[in-house]
């Protein structure tokens, strides 16, 4: 599952997308990064993403995942003999840091 092509959409400020990034190294993938401007967004971003119009988004053999989270959770189980693992393997563990994920999310970022 975890070939073909990869396509980042980002912008270097972005959280979001740096979290992303910085998996992609982790796991060693091969990936083409694309520089997003939000107030002039282009029409790349707004085919892969048209609802919520934002970064990242990354593009697998040209099909688009949204939302940081949902990326790196679908990076870890696409890509699970590359690399380390994302999340812990003990479910509880894992549960945690999904919630400090999101904590972090709702709370420091300030969606």
């Not at 993938?29 to 029409?43: A, G």
């Not at 609802?51 to 949902?70: A, F, G, Q, Y």
Request: with cysteine.
């Amino acid at each position: 599952m975890g070939e073909g092509e990869l396509k980042l959409l980002g912008m270097w400020a972005s959280p979001y997308a740096i979290r992303v990034r910085i998996v992609l190294n982790q796991k060693r993938l091969k990936y083409e990064y694309f520089e997003q401007d939000l107030r002039n967004k282009s029409e790349l971003l707004l085919k892969y993403n048209p609802i919520h119009k934002m970064v990242p988004v990354l593009i697998h053999n040209d099909r688009p995942i949204c939302e940081s989270l949902v990326i790196l959770q679908y990076i870890d189980e696409a890509w699970s003999e590359s690399g380390p693992s994302v999340l812990p393997t003990d479910s509880y563990e894992r549960a945690m840091a999904r919630f400090w994920a999101v904590y972090i999310d709702d709370k420091v970022f300030f969606n």
